[in-house]
């Protein structure tokens, strides 16, 4: 009730439903579609992380912000993992969870100032990266040139910007380019760009 009264004062912010349970919850969300979901992660006995992406899924792509008292690090950062774009300890003041709703309306991420670094640098570098399958090994193949090469490959650059980038010669960008393509298994720059996204060793340029 606290927390309605809260959300209600604030212009433009209305309070749809409210669940204490999976199954209520992931109904709410189907049937009012909200913006936001403020999510607890201990819900009498359920975790809130068990439903999360269902929960994202039957609002119709609603963010979540988990609003917890459990400072469980690695709680936190599956949370994000599983796609909660922001965090909020009960323990601050009650105009930060306000701002973090404005923020997370607004497409930006809201965590803590501790988890920042931490969440996201691993974000960065999925797991997938560095467990024993084969994309892995074809990773660990590549020279410390040719990952360079493949972050400038992932902004977007062509061969000469990249050249003059890395102060080597077009040339050397194409046969390093050669060797990425052969060592990774991929055909073209297109192909090559999806794999360094989907396995960490690149980043979509803002």
């Not at 009264?5 to 212009?11: M, R």
């Not at 669940?19 to 009498?44: F, N, Q, S, T, V």
């Not at 993992?81 to 701002?99: E, H």
């Amino acid at each position: 009730m606290g927390l309605c009264l809260l959300i209600e004062q604030h212009a433009g912010m209305a309070v749809v439903g409210q669940a204490g349970k999976r199954a209520d919850a992931l109904a709410i969300a189907a049937c009012e579609r909200p913006d936001i979901i403020l999510l607890e992660l201990d819900l009498h006995g359920e975790s809130g992380l068990d439903f999360l992406t269902e929960l994202i899924q039957a609002s119709g792509g609603g963010r979540v912000i988990v609003l917890t008292g459990l400072l469980d690090s690695e709680m936190h950062r599956k949370a994000v993992r599983l796609g909660a774009m922001g965090l909020v300890l009960k323990n601050q003041a009650a105009d930060v969870l306000i701002t973090a709703i404005e923020k997370v309306h607004a497409n930006e991420v809201w965590l803590t100032p501790a988890m920042v670094a931490n969440v996201l640098s691993e974000l960065s570098y999925p797991r997938e990266v560095v467990r024993p399958t084969p994309e892995a090994a074809r990773i660990a193949a590549l020279t410390t040139r040719e990952r360079e090469v493949v972050v400038l490959i992932g902004e977007g650059l062509k061969n000469k910007q990249i050249a003059a980038r890395l102060s080597i010669s077009e040339a050397t960008v194409s046969h390093h380019l050669t060797a990425v393509f052969d060592k990774l298994g991929v055909d073209n720059r297109l192909d090559l760009v999806i794999f360094a996204y989907r396995h960490g060793l690149a980043h979509p340029p803002r």
